[in-house]
């Protein structure tokens, strides 16, 4: 029997999963890790304790087979991550992070340097934060020293191939988060790197997800376990790649992700482009296909803050019980009304990027009283992160964006008030999918194809991954969360001046 590895290099952690090539998991592995915040708004992770969690997870999931039945190995991560490296090969600095808010001027300055409308005709997106360019403008700018020293960047999941294979090489999917690839073309963009000042050199090689972009050295291999020559396949960013996981290959099928971060990632055949920049336009994991996909910042991470922060109770309830804490916090919300009796909570807490490319929004309760109790904010975390992804459907949806089947996938898909609130906010039908693996499947079934094990990634995905029962939308619960998310909106503008003016009070 042959075997496929996918490596999915996450913000909390990294999942290494063995699967064989029926699609069926034989072995999984999560290694978790810190993420530092020296100053608020800042996001960073160290690229070593990626590799240690990823060689550890390798060894874990092959402990019981032959290691020349592993045909190859697929590579997911966190999109946008810069990674800096010398001339040595050695990491300059803490990766700076998607989540990462402190390239504002940056981001300004590639707008005014190249122009707004120019950028999204040349790249098909507006100067994000989040995005890899400006976190390299950002190093040039604060840390001169250090950027003289960069030979090489890279993101997340290509600083583990390069361990792994010695190779200097991205995909076209996870690329494209960078701000630096003509996305319509599937190739660096040379008139923005010169513009910028970057030079093309400093990028790795970027392949289609698909292609074998190299080979386990010895070296590697003596590390992990891995048979030396082990082909590495391109991989896929995080959202691509638990697109593929999902099996959103075709027209009409959108999933909606809620992890760390919430994503809502609809399928083309063509390029297209949000002319607002409210959502993103990358290449898909898929070979000459491409997708739309909104991102914001805190889904599940919202529950996870609010977990952290004010479920101290809960949580020790749990390890006493030896039961998973959301289990407990979760319980009883069912007998919350919808709009958790006229309270709402915008989900802004790392700042947004879809629809409002807003580093300065925060995270608000809105409508306090003293009926309220914790469920009540409970639910109305729920609430506002479902509302936050309707945000993203209804731009899809005004874009002409085909919504005929909504796919949930990610830790909030397993709560079933959470899959119900959220078909009654967006209105439509959501369904599962059986496979729950999501960009580490995907990656190891692009690998797949790379290796020759499957023919087609679309074939293989329509094969192996199937739609589960969800959740169909209640019509009068419907009705009551439409106006709440008139209400939701309007906070938010409301507020947006008083974000950045309080963003710009002292902070220590």
Known sequence: MKYLIGIDVGTSGTKVILIDVNGKLIAKDLQEYALYTPRPGWAEQQPSDWWKAAVKGIKNVIKDVNVSDVAAIGLSGQMHGLVA???????????????????????EYITKTIGAERLKKLVYNPALTGFTAGKILWMRDNEPVLYRKIAKVLLPKDYIRFKLTGKFATEVSDASGMLLLD??????????????????????????????????????????????????GGGGGDQAASAIGCGVVENGIISVTIG????????????????????????????????????????????????????????????KKKVDPYDIILQGLEKIPPGSENLIFLPYLSGERSPYADPYARGVFMGLGQNHTKKHMTRAVLEGVAFGLRDTVEVMRSLKIPVKEIRVTGGGARSKL???????????????????????????????????????????????????????????????????????????????????????????
């Not at 190891?444 to 990634?457: C, M, Q």
């Not at 074939?459 to 939701?488: E, S």
């Open 183 to 232: 996305v319509k073309n599937r190739r660096w963009s040379k008139t923005v790197l010169k513009e910028l000042n970057i030079p093309e050199s400093m990028l790795a090689v970027c392949f289609e997800s698909e292609e074998i972009s190299g080979h386990v050295t010895s070296e590697a291999a003596k590390v992990t376990g891995l048979k030396a020559g082990t082909p590495v």
């Open 260 to 319: 760390t971060s919430g994503v809502v990632f609809a399928f083309s055949d063509i390029v297209k482009l949000d002319k607002k920049g409210r959502i993103h336009t990358f290449c898909h994991a898929v070979k000459n296909k491409w997708h739309t996909m909104g991102v914001m910042l805190s889904a599940g991470g919202a529950l996870k803050w609010f977990k952290d922060t004010l479920c101290k109770e809960e949580v020790a309830l749990a390890v």
């Open 418 to 508: 959470w899959l119900q609130i959220l078909a009654d906010i967006l209105g439509q039908e959501v369904v599962t999918v059986n496979m729950t693996e999501g960009g580490a499947f995907g990656v190891a079934l692009l690998a797949g194809v790379g290796a020759g094990v499957y023919e087609d990634i679309s074939k293989v995905c329509k094969k192996l991954i199937k739609t589960k029962k969800g959740a169909k939308p209640n019509k009068v619960n419907a009705g009551i969360y439409n106006k709440y998310y008139k209400v939701y909106r309007k906070t938010y503008f409301n507020l947006k001046d008083e974000f950045k003016e309080l963003a710009d009070l002292p902070h220590k």
């Open 85 to 107: 490296l010398d001339k040595n090969n050695r990491v300059l600095r803490p990766s700076i992070l998607w989540c990462d808010q402190r390239t504002v001027e940056q981001c």
